[in-house]
């Protein structure tokens, strides 16, 4: 904006100086319309993408499980491969709270709202699970099924630890509509 | 039929309630009647003779077969620190809310008063000492099956636990459903006490899968759908419930592949009931879970073995469970 005094001083080089500003006030609209998408515009357009990621995350770890899972109740042996699981899974617990931090409850989503009423015990119960999740590597790496058994029961648990107070139940699950 | 026992089902059409309330009213009589001759009926104390630490050890087991009794201990209340099968813990139904009983010895408020005799009727016959029906959220429907050795050992089990003074709660249900007259009416249409028939043909292993499944471990009394009366649809064994205790939604467990679990093999089911994981690596929710942790898991590799054998066997019914809107 020039000011009535300043007229004189910047009508010359305004010609040359206007298509600039017009490009760099285009900008900065441009940057405010990319900045307003990230903040409301984006939650009710990328909501559904943003539960079905964090319901990949999930999924991810629920593989694992099922794949460590296939090798412990059938017996296969398959050297190491339930100590990477387990490390992979550990690994994962660093998606969970980047993957849950937009607050989205709307949509087709098993997610409670009290993930955001008590984000801190949320991310308590990550920490139980990456922990549970390195005890079975270690159990795995020993070799000895007498630990095997009991640290894949207590991975188990930590997912049911975080599930009772913030996933819904099967009754309210979108799976059951 | 599979389940192996009489079957006196009900498919009366129209309001459930109102049905209920006729026959609460024609059953009224019969139950006074019932009262009067239970009342007389003689309650011994078990005297002082503590029952044999072996006995209470196999009871132990008989527990675990049961599932722990879970409904009997408050966890939703109270957390882990809740009173074993101290009772107080409001059942959800499509009847109303009924809290269950207090199991321990005290003798004001649990079974502390009771006999051997009285405990084995309860669970036989859903009748209290004083010749009161039970509601058939207890599911004596099943428990109606356990071996006389069993529930003796349940009972010494029982007897052994820490007494704990809990007064039982009355159901939050309207009338007639919080009336224990009604349940003559209810009984007589939907109760038959569980006897197994002979199955020369079948294994050692599978004879128990069906005494575990049907009797102790009550699997039907949550998974299979309820007819208008709340009766058990014994024509749709296993196919799964949306009225489960607590509202639960119960899953299809007959084998049939794309509603039920026909795709899990025995190591699959065996697993599910040591770990309470599925094949697809998801863990399990509600009274399931609980039913695991403190029930089946703890039972020897071998029962679980034969819940698979027999589950496998059961027929297979195409229904899939949804929720209520």
Redesign the interface.
């Known amino acids: 904006m020039t000011r009535p005094s300043d007229r004189s001083v910047l009508r010359r080089p305004i010609r040359r100086a206007l298509p600039l500003a017009l490009a760099i006030a285009m900008g900065l609209a441009g940057a405010a319309a990319v900045q307003a998408d990230h903040h409301e515009g984006a939650v009710a357009l990328k909501a559904a993408e943003q539960i079905a990621y964090r319901q990949s995350v999930m999924s991810i770890?629920?593989?694992?499980?099922?794949?460590?899972?296939d090798l412990?109740?059938?017996g296969l042996a398959v050297p190491g491969a339930i100590e990477t699981h387990a490390k992979l899974m550990a690994e994962s617990a660093a998606l969970i709270a980047p993957a849950f931090r937009a607050r989205v409850t709307e949509g087709a989503t098993d997610a409670k709202p009290e993930i955001w009423t008590d984000w801190t015990k949320f991310q308590t119960e990550i920490a139980e699970y990456e922990e549970a999740a390195n005890a079975l590597a270690s159990a795995a790496a020993s070799g000895d099924p007498a630990k095997i058994g009991p640290a894949?029961?207590a991975l188990?648990g930590s997912?049911?630890g975080c599930?009772?107070p913030f996933?819904k139940?099967?009754?309210?699950?979108y799976k059951?509509? | 039929m599979s389940v192996g026992h009489h079957v006196r089902v009900d498919r009366r059409s129209g309001s459930h309630r109102a049905a209920i309330l006729a026959l609460a009213l024609a059953f009224g009589l019969v139950l006074a009647s019932g009262l009067a001759l239970h009342a007389s009926s003689a309650r011994a104390q078990a005297p002082g003779s503590a029952p044999d630490a072996q006995a209470i050890e196999r009871g132990r087991q008989v527990l675990y077969a049961t599932g722990g009794c879970t409904c009997h201990t408050n966890y939703p209340g109270e957390g882990e620190a809740a009173p074993a099968l101290a009772g107080g813990r409001g059942l959800e139904t499509p009847f109303g809310v009924f809290y269950s009983t207090n199991l321990t010895p005290d003798r004001e408020t649990g079974l502390g008063g009771w006999s051997q005799a009285d405990f084995v009727r309860a669970m036989r016959e859903g009748l209290s000492p004083d010749g009161q029906h039970y509601f058939p959220v207890f599911p004596y429907t099943a428990f109606s099956g356990l071996e006389d050795g069993d529930l003796r050992d349940l009972w010494a089990y029982l007897r052994s636990l820490p007494a704990v003074k809990r007064e039982n709660r009355p159901p939050d249900a309207p009338f007639p459903f919080s009336w224990r007259a009604t349940l003559a009416g209810w009984k007589w249409l939907n109760f038959t006490p569980l006897v197994f028939e002979p199955a020369p043909d079948r294994s050692e292993a599978w004879l128990r899968g069906r005494y575990l499944v049907n009797a102790a471990a009550h699997c039907g009394e949550c998974h299979t759908p309820r007819t208008l009366t709340g009766g058990l649809d014994r024509s749709r064994w296993l196919a799964g419930s949306r009225d489960g205790p607590e509202g639960e939604l119960a899953p299809n467990i007959t084998p049939d592949a794309a509603t039920g679990i026909g795709e899990w093999d025995a190591a699959d089911l065996v697993w599910y009931l040591e770990m309470g994981l599925k094949p697809d690596g998801d863990d399990t929710q509600g009274l399931m879970s609980e039913v695991i942790e403190h029930g089946y898991a703890n039972l020897p590799r071998a029962d679980l073995e034969a819940i698979a054998e027999y589950l496998a066997t059961v027929p297979a019914i195409g229904n899939r469970v949804r929720a209520a809107d």
């Open positions: 770890i629920g593989t694992h499980m099922g794949a460590i899972g412990m109740k059938h894949m029961k188990g997912c049911g599930h009772k996933r139940p099967k009754e309210e699950s059951n509509k």
